[in-house]
């Protein structure tokens, strides 16, 4: 009797659910919006898990009876005491398999990482870093942003070059092309206006606004150029925080980088790559390549008791082959 698992991907913006049988084919998909709680609350969670789930069995000709186990990636599942309510957001759905639920960056790593366990570190509008080794073990950070001192996403690196700017326009710090760049970009007369508007918060500069950083700094400005490295080396600071919370310093391992950040090049990785190789010379880079639902199905995998390595290989191929039909 064929086996099916479902792998359920709750992000931020986008939500996607994917069903498999044992081999690593993939029979059913299913796509939403955004089902963190944090941005749609529970009900939000609730009627996403629902659309998604339901989309996917319909595609596969499949009931809830037929999946044998399920992974859940939950974006906004940071904190034990989120995982009731998130536990009773899944129950809705009726299943009545075995279940692993873990936080969405746990199935990028998954996913992305060749052994299935690693580092995973997101780059993306903020930052986080979650880890895993063999025997589940987790490291994590807060993924709470610059409020605890996780910085290197886009919108820590805007921040800190509107304080550049500030610092350039007071003669605390040294001219930049950014403040040109960040006049330009919002349409005002000079600096002056810039900043005034900043302030009284009637210009908001956002995590968009990055890629005109990376631009600035492959023109050549020493301080968009300082600024990139500033955010590699936050990056590597928050995948040693993790590397040594699981002792892999002299180990070979995978970090998984997950997010927009990283099209940056070699400004952003060069930092990053030197200060992790200081304390983990092992370490090996890797682009996530596949959509992290496919971590979530690889978990379901684990929780049924299935060596997931040959249906992983299968299933990294079977998506990049199918997903013109999926999507």
């Known amino acids: 009797m064929t086996r099916y698992f479902l792998g359920v991907d709750i992000g931020g913006t986008k939500s996607h659910a994917l069903l498999t049988n044992e081999e690593g084919q993939v029979v059913g998909f299913g796509e939403a919006g955004p089902g963190n709680h944090e941005v749609v609350g529970y009900q939000g969670l609730r009627s996403v898990l629902q659309s998604i789930t339901d989309q996917a069995l319909r595609q596969a000709g499949l ?50 990482a060749k052994a299935g366990w690693g580092v ?53 710090g040294p001219a930049t092309a950014l403040t040109d760049a960040f006049v330009e970009h919002f349409g005002v007369a000079d600096v002056v206006a810039l900043l005034e508007g900043i302030q009284l918060e009637r210009l908001h500069p956002g995590p968009w606004l990055a890629p005109t950083i990376f631009q600035v700094a492959e023109q050549g400005d020493a301080v968009a150029q300082g600024l990139i490295r500033w955010a590699g080396e936050s990056l590597a600071d928050l995948a040693l925080g993790v590397i040594r919370q699981l002792g892999f310093q002299d180990r070979p391992f995978d970090i998984v980088l997950i997010g927009s950040m990283f099209k940056g090049g070699a400004m952003l990785l060069d930092p990053l790559k030197a200060g992790v ?7 090996q880079f890797v682009r996530l ?36 039909t999926m999507v």
């Open 63 to 112: 009931s809830r009876k037929a999946i044998s186990a399920a992974g859940f990636g939950v974006a906004g599942y940071d904190w034990p005491s989120e995982l009731p309510p998130t536990l009773e957001a899944i129950d809705s759905l009726g299943l009545s398999c075995p279940i692993e639920v873990v936080n969405d960056t746990v199935i990028g790593l998954v996913a992305g």
């Open 120 to 172: 995973a570190l997101v780059a993306g509008t903020s930052t986080n870093c979650w880890g895993m080794d063999e025997q589940g073990r987790i490291g994590r950070v807060t993924g709470g942003g610059a409020r605890f001192g996780e910085n290197g996403g886009a919108s820590e690196l805007v921040a800190q070059a509107v304080i550049a700017i500030a610092k350039a326009w007071s003669h605390r």
């Open 277 to 283: 190789w200081e304390e983990a010379p092992q370490a």
């Open 289 to 324: 390549s596949t959509p992290p639902v496919l971590g979530a199905v690889l978990l379901g995998m684990q929780k049924a008791g299935l060596d997931p390595t040959y249906p992983r290989q299968r299933l990294i191929a079977n998506w990049h082959t199918q997903k013109s």
